[in-house]
C-alpha cells in the first residue's frame, strides 16, 4: 500500500512569492491534515479536510490556504511568503479522522524562504 | 500558549535499560493522547495512544501510562533498542476534532550501545 506522497520535496522561494504544496493520502483516506514544523515549535495544524471541505483550521494567518480535489488529494498554499514560513511541511492522511486521531504522515515538503 | 510540553528536549540511555519520555498537558478538553516516533528525513509514524478514559495501554515494548489529575503522560520503552533512538512526539486530541493534533516539540532519544 502506498504511503503519503508529497511535492516537491525540497523548494526555494523569496519573500513575497506564493508556494503550492501538493499532497496525495493513502488509497482509501479521505482525510487530509496539515502540519508546519518549525525548530522549537514542535508541528503546528494548519488545516484538515475531509471529501473536499476544511473541517478543522488551525491558528495561521489567511495567507495559508488549502484545498482538496475530489480524489482526496490536497493542495496547500502560502502566498506572500515571510521568511518565517521557512519550515517542513507535512502531511497526514487517515480514513475518516481516525478514532484514535492516528495519521498517516508524508515525508514532507521542506520550504525555504529568502 | 504551548498546551502540550515535552521539557526534555534529548535523552540517552544505554541498550537494555528502560527509556521514559515525559510530557505535560494543560487543556481538559484532551480526549485522545498519541505518540509519535520521527526519524530524519522521514514523516512521523504513529506508535501508541490511550483514551482519557484509560490509565495505561501497552503495545509490546511500549507502554503509555496517563495521569489525568497531574495531566502526565508518560512513554516507556522497555528494553530500549539503538533503532529506537528517534525524536519522539507527544500528541494530543482535541474533544471532537477528529485530526486537529497539538504536538509538543519533541524529546530526542539517542541509545548507546
Known amino acids: 500500500k502506498a504511503g503519503v506522497t508529497q511535492t516537491p520535496r525540497y523548494l526555494i522561494k523569496t519573500r513575497g512569492q506564493q508556494v503550492t504544496l501538493s499532497c496525495s493520502p493513502i488509497?482509501?483516506?479521505?482525510?487530509v491534515s496539515w502540519y508546519q514544523q518549525t525548530p522549537g515549535q514542535g508541528l503546528q495544524f494548519l488545516f484538515e479536510y475531509f471529501s473536499e471541505t476544511q473541517r478543522n483550521k488551525g491558528n495561521f494567518p489567511g495567507r495559508f490556504s488549502g484545498r482538496q480535489f475530489s480524489n482526496s488529494r490536497s493542495e496547500m498554499n502560502v502566498s506572500t511568503l515571510e521568511l518565517g514560513d521557512s519550515a517542513l511541511y507535512l502531511c497526514?492522511?487517515?480514513?475518516?479522522?481516525?478514532?484514535?486521531?492516528?495519521?498517516?504522515f508524508g515525508e514532507g515538503s521542506r520550504l525555504t524562504v529568502l | 500558549d504551548q498546551q502540550v510540553k515535552q521539557n526534555s528536549p534529548s535523552l540517552s540511555v544505554q541498550e537494555g535499560r528502560i527509556s521514559i519520555l515525559n510530557c505535560d498537558y494543560t487543556?481538559?478538553?484532551?480526549?485522545?493522547f498519541l505518540w509519535y516516533k520521527k526519524y530524519p528525513a522521514e514523516g512521523p509514524t504513529f506508535l501508541i495512544s490511550i483514551s482519557s478514559i484509560k490509565d495505561k495501554n501497552e503495545d509490546g515494548r511500549f507502554t503509555v501510562f496517563l495521569n489525568k489529575s497531574a495531566k502526565h503522560l508518560s512513554l516507556h520503552i522497555v528494553p530500549s533498542q539503538p533503532g529506537d533512538s528517534a525524536v519522539y512526539f507527544c500528541a494530543a486530541r482535541h474533544t471532537g476534532t477528529a485530526s486537529k493534533l497539538t504536538f509538543g516539540t519533541g524529546t530526542r532519544l539517542q541509545v548507546t550501545l
Open positions: 487543556n481538559s478538553m484532551f480526549d485522545y
Open positions: 488509497s482509501g483516506h479521505r482525510s
Open positions: 497526514a492522511s487517515s480514513l475518516s479522522g481516525g478514532a484514535a486521531g492516528e495519521l498517516f
